[in-house]
């Protein structure tokens, strides 16, 4: 069945440096969408993309869908604490999830 | 948030007793899910439903049951709780099938 791949399970990073999670799925994907889960809460939405090679942009946040459509990425520029959490990727038909990335974020 | 609840929000049960969760939604939504986390798996889809007494499996299925008999809520039951239960379930709703999903808070189950 297809699988969604996600890495690093952690990063650790001094606050003002980057991040980047990645996101690979054994099939083509029709989209993939992006959550963040900060400690002790629950998933929040945060963007999905459709189209291939389609990069859309929040802010710091910059994700991209690859031209395959089977990975993707989340690249984070200039961290602060608040982007401390999980960050997952989900797409497909069923909308398998990644096991997350969890960022934590040193001041 | 849209107004998405489940309750309880935590719960302790006896291993072999049935327990249901409830997820009630006021957007109107018509697709529901019923997901479960657990360290390093990230969230894995029990069942969903895409329409009052339209249901179905996900991939983690096995010892769940699902009943949506409103709109606006999905209730989850543990015909008969084992401790590989344990875990923290997350209930969540969209309009449409690829639109983004709106999660409620969890629960935290504890099956003992």
């Known amino acids: 069945g297809q699988q969604v791949m996600q890495i690093p399970q952690y990063q650790h990073v001094q606050e003002g440096e980057d991040f980047t999670t990645y996101c690979n799925s054994s099939?083509?994907?029709?989209?993939i969408q992006w959550y963040k889960q900060r400690p002790g809460g629950h998933p929040v939405f945060l963007i999905q993309?459709?189209?291939?090679?389609e990069v859309k942009k929040q802010k710091r946040l910059t994700f991209q869908f690859g031209e395959a459509k089977k990975n993707s990425s989340l690249h984070i520029t200039a961290t602060q604490t608040t982007d401390v959490g999980t960050y997952f990727c989900?797409?497909?038909?069923?909308?398998?999830f990644g096991a997350g990335t969890r960022l934590t974020v040193k001041p | 948030d849209a107004g998405i609840t489940q309750s309880p929000r935590h719960k302790v049960t006896e291993t072999g007793t049935p327990v249901t969760l409830r997820c009630h939604q006021t957007?109107?939504?018509?697709?529901m899910y019923w997901y479960r986390q657990d360290p390093g798996h990230g969230l894995r889809l029990i069942h969903y439903?895409?329409?009052?007494?339209?249901?179905d499996k996900g991939e983690v299925s096995d010892g769940y049951s699902v009943s949506r008999s409103k709109t606006e809520d999905f209730l989850l039951t543990l015909e008969s709780a084992t401790s590989s239960q344990t875990s923290v379930y997350f209930c969540?709703?969209?309009?449409?099938?690829?639109?983004?999903?709106?999660f409620g808070s969890g629960t935290r189950l504890t099956v003992v």
């Open positions: 439903s895409y329409g009052v007494k339209d249901t």
């Open positions: 969540a709703s969209t309009r449409e099938a690829n639109y983004g999903y709106t």
């Open positions: 993309l459709v189209k291939s090679g």
């Open positions: 989900a797409g497909g038909r069923d909308m398998r």
């Open positions: 957007e109107n939504h018509r697709y």
């Open positions: 099939t083509t994907l029709s989209n």
